[in-house]
T-cell receptor, first 114, second 114 residues
Framework: EAQVTQNPRYLITVTGKKLTVTCSQN?????MSWYRQDPGLGLRQIYY???????DKGDVPEGYKVSRKEKRNFPLILESPSPNQTSLYFC?????????????FGSGTQLSVL | AQTVTQSQPEMSVQEAETVTLSCTYD???????LFWYKQPPSRQMILVIR????KQQNATENRFSVNFQKAAKSFSLKISDSQLGDTAMYFC???????????WGAGTKLIIKP
């Protein structure tokens, strides 16, 4: 089954404790992206990647890191989480050149930073 | 900067009624794509309908249709014969034809009452 797998679904952590949210897709997509969703703000892009070893900042990259060492994986790293990073996070992927009509989303990660 | 505005934070209608969700956007481009996504309580992001800006005809998907007014930069979603399963957050999104990135509205929470 074609899917984007995101883990964990829920995560509670404390300020300053490094964490990684994993994202993996099995569709050989070139494009992968991370979003955060906050009430009243919709989804905002954190980082995206057009292919292996190619990553770019989105609208809200501060406090986050990503890597794209393999085509299927695109982990989101919070080196020193802070309470303002409490949010719902989504990973998404698609083939390039198909517009976002074929954008596949993961099931989301609800992160709480205490 | 490109923006997407959804002016209705929350709406509620009776089952079987028709409801229209509004969306306006700002762009200087002549060609682009517009989307409506549905997010039920499960948090899953589901593509409802897609519109290409160069197409005059309004997109339709079963009970869902759009009213695309390019000159007014308006992209409203009409849900006919609303069902309890339509209860969800609805997000409007704009994709630039040049940089592939999605800009999202803040969302409208739609409640269908029995």
């Amino acid at each position: 089954e074609a899917q984007v797998t995101q883990n964990p679904r829920y995560l509670i952590t404390v300020t300053g404790k490094k964490l990684t949210v994993t994202c993996s897709q099995n569709m050989n997509h070139e494009y992968m992206s991370w979003y955060r969703q906050d009430p009243g703000l919709g989804l905002r892009q954190i980082y995206y990647s057009m292919n292996v070893e190619v990553t770019d900042k989105g609208d809200v990259p501060e406090g986050y890191k990503v890597s794209r060492k393999e085509k299927r994986n695109f982990p989101l790293i919070l080196e020193s989480p802070s309470p303002n990073q409490t949010s719902l996070y989504f990973c998404a992927s698609s083939f390039l050149g198909q517009s976002n009509e074929k954008l596949f989303f993961g099931s989301g990660t609800q992160l709480s930073v205490l | 900067a490109q923006t997407v505005t959804q002016s209705q934070p929350e709406m509620s209608v009776q089952e079987a009624e028709t409801v229209t969700l509004s969306c306006t956007y700002d762009t200087s481009e002549s060609n682009y794509y517009l989307f409506w996504y549905k997010q039920p309580p499960s948090r899953q992001m589901i593509l409802v309908i897609r519109q290409e800006a160069y197409k005059q005809q309004n997109a339709t998907e079963n009970r869902f249709s759009v009213n695309f007014q390019k000159a007014a930069k308006s992209f409203s979603l009409k849900i006919s014969d609303s069902q309890l399963g339509d209860t969800a957050m609805y997000f409007c999104a704009h994709e630039s034809d040049s940089n592939y990135q999605l800009i999202w509205g803040a969302g409208t929470k739609l409640i269908i009452k029995p």
